[in-house]
């Protein structure tokens, strides 16, 4: 069964750094592109950035180019966010995603349960 | 502001039909695939239709997709309560170099 879990989700200061970790099973993990994406509450999805198979190509969304990094595992499968100069409105539950392709088309076939990140002092 | 453009919501009877639209731009929804998901509050989104029209195994024939330019539609027949839900088209924007959503629509089976 295809799973993915995602940790690392705390309460954290504006301008603090915090790193999300995505643990993948059940699928061949280096076969596809994987992407994060959050969800402030009451709001809805936000794709934040992705990466495919080779961690060749990595792409942002502009309100987290610079401060967020994308990276992967493929010996581990597992997933990670760099988040960096965190502020108030980066606060949302992240979701861990599998892309149907390897080449990041964006058509998101899994999504995990996500993980909670609160910016506030 | 969603770059994709979705009604915030619409309604009807149970065992009727609704379709849900999703307006986008030529650097969006005219150059690549749609795909539409269902997410039920409080739970993680849930893959729907893929490459605008297909339908991932678990899916039930009452949901279709369709594209035309610009533009993508979600259809739903034959609606039950449990298909009460947000649902939010989805595609890769050429210009931006980035994965768009809509802003999501609420659907109400009355």
């Given at each position: 069964?295809?799973?993915?879990?995602?940790?690392?989700?705390?309460?954290?200061?504006?301008?603090?750094?915090?790193?999300?970790?995505?643990a993948?099973?059940?699928?061949?993990?280096?076969?596809?592109a994987m992407h994060?994406?959050?969800?402030?509450?009451?709001?809805?999805?936000?794709?934040?950035?992705?990466i495919n198979?080779t961690?060749?190509?990595?792409?942002?969304?502009?309100s987290?180019?610079g401060?967020?990094?994308?990276?992967?595992?493929?010996?581990?499968?597992s997933?990670?966010?760099?988040?960096?100069?965190?502020r108030a409105?980066?606060?949302?539950?992240?979701?861990c995603?599998?892309?149907?392709?390897?080449g990041?088309?964006?058509?998101?076939?899994?999504?995990?349960?996500?993980?909670?990140?609160?910016?506030?002092? | 502001?969603?770059?994709?453009?979705q009604?915030?919501?619409?309604?009807?009877?149970?065992?009727?039909?609704?379709?849900?639209?999703?307006s986008?731009?030529?650097?969006?929804?005219?150059?690549?695939?749609?795909?539409?998901?269902?997410?039920?509050p409080?739970?993680?989104?849930?893959?729907?239709?893929?490459?605008?029209?297909?339908?991932?195994?678990?899916?039930?024939?009452?949901?279709s997709?369709?594209?035309?330019?610009?533009?993508?539609?979600?259809?739903?027949?034959?609606?039950?309560?449990?298909?009460?839900?947000?649902?939010?088209?989805?595609?890769?924007?050429?210009?931006l170099?980035?994965?768009?959503f809509?802003?999501?629509?609420?659907?109400?089976?009355?």
């Open positions: 069964e295809l799973q993915l879990v995602e940790s690392g989700g705390v309460l954290v200061q504006p301008g603090r750094s915090l790193r999300l970790s995505c993948a099973s059940g699928f061949t993990f280096d076969d596809y994060w994406v959050r969800q402030a509450p009451g709001k809805g999805l936000e794709w934040v950035s992705g198979w961690s060749g190509r990595r792409q942002y969304a502009d987290v180019k401060r967020f990094t994308i990276s992967r595992d493929n010996a581990k499968n997933l990670y966010l760099q988040m960096n100069s965190l409105e980066d606060t949302a539950l992240y979701y995603a599998k892309d149907i392709y390897g990041a088309s964006g058509e998101i076939d899994s999504w995990g349960q996500g993980t909670l990140v609160t910016v506030s002092s | 502001q969603s770059v994709l453009t009604p915030p919501s619409v309604s009807a009877a149970p065992g009727q039909k609704v379709t849900i639209s999703c986008g731009s030529s650097s969006n929804i005219g150059k690549n695939y749609v795909s539409w998901y269902q997410q039920v409080g739970t993680a989104p849930k893959f729907l239709i893929y490459d605008n029209n297909k339908r991932p195994s678990g899916t039930p024939d009452r949901f997709g369709s594209k035309s330019g610009t533009s993508a539609t979600l259809g739903i027949t034959g609606l039950q309560t449990g298909d009460e839900a947000d649902y939010y088209c989805g595609t890769w924007d050429s210009s170099s980035a994965v768009v809509g802003g999501g629509t609420k659907l109400t089976v009355l």
